[in-house]
């Protein structure tokens, strides 16, 4: 993890969420998908420890929830942390796959039938 | 490496997979996170949300029994369906006094499975109004205990006062075929409310 504390922005007293508790949700729902990126932006500000943990879990792609579970952390608090960090270029984020009552996906449907018929 | 300021840095690695949720509701007790087990390809996992994270003064929990209690668990496991796509089950939190928490979940859900323990089905209701108001799809999965059935299908879906459509089935929660089978009958569902739109 490169960069240093060129934007002041992120030096705050570190309470994980600096006291925060209503975060924009609308980025990142239970089952979305985060990933870092790789490379890591240079000029981004230094991870708190808390964001370095992230970073470390979701090497992989891993959903929100299992983020959370992983690092026994309440959602909301994970969520405040990958806002942080998505506004740092560090990760990225997948939505889930939109489902709408109007139009059904049905070829989505038709692959999660599949999937489940063969377990 | 020199990468471009603004533009999106594609991760190097696996790419991330779509992802779809089906919820697990019905009263405390009547297996939901059993049955996330029984299908699962992880040990269910767990998230604790403090209610003043989610919205609720702790001071406001007036009837709730265990006042002590100041947080919302919620099981979940995973369903690899292909290389791309993911399926999570989310087993909803027991008490339906935490709507507003089931609000959150049901929100892009495929639909849900109402598991009803037919020794006292009434701890079910909640869950099947709160699907049925919302037009959310799903289907009753009765959950043997001891893997009996003492009543039939029909007897079931009258207790329940079920409408018209809604799959009744009978299930082992405990058994990971017959948790795919109650899986499989609600995108059945799903498939056939599809279906005449084409
Ligand atoms: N005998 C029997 N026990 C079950 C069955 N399903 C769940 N249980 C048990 O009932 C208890 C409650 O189940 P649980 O899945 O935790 O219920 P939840 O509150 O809906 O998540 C647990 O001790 C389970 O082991 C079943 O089909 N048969
Ligand atoms: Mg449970």
Known sequence: MGGGDSAGRLVRPFALTGGRTRPSRADFTLITTVTAADPQPEAAPRPQPEHTRILRLCAE?????????????????????????????????????????????????????DGLGRL | ???????????????????????????????????????????????????????????DLDGIEEKRATTVAMDFGRITVSDDL??????????????????????????????????RPESSFAAIDFFERRGIPFVIAVNGFHGEHPYPVEDVREALALPEGVPVLLCDARERESCRDVLIALIDRLIAAAAPAR
């Open chain 1, 61 to 113: 792609p891993v959903a929100v929830a299992e983020l959370a579970a992983r690092l026994d952390l309440p959602v909301s608090v994970v969520v405040i942390l990958l806002c942080d960090l998505l506004e740092a270029g560090r990760i990225t984020a997948r939505p889930p796959h939109p489902v709408t009552r109007t139009t059904p996906d049905l070829d989505l449907l038709q692959k999660v039938r």
């Open chain 2, 1 to 59: 490496m020199v990468g471009s300021d603004t533009a999106a840095r594609v991760p190097a690695g696996r790419p991330a997979p779509d992802t779809v949720k089906i919820l697990i509701a019905g009263g405390f007790g009547v297996g939901k996170t059993t049955m996330v087990g029984s299908v699962s390809e992880i040990v269910p996992l767990r998230t604790e949300e403090p209610l003043t994270m989610a919205g609720l003064d702790v001071d």
């Open chain 2, 86 to 119: 993911v399926l999570y089950l989310f087993g909803t939190p027991g008490q339906q006094r935490f709507w507003f928490m089931w609000n959150d979940l049901a929100l892009g859900a495929l639909g849900a499975v109402v598991l009803v323990d037919v020794r």
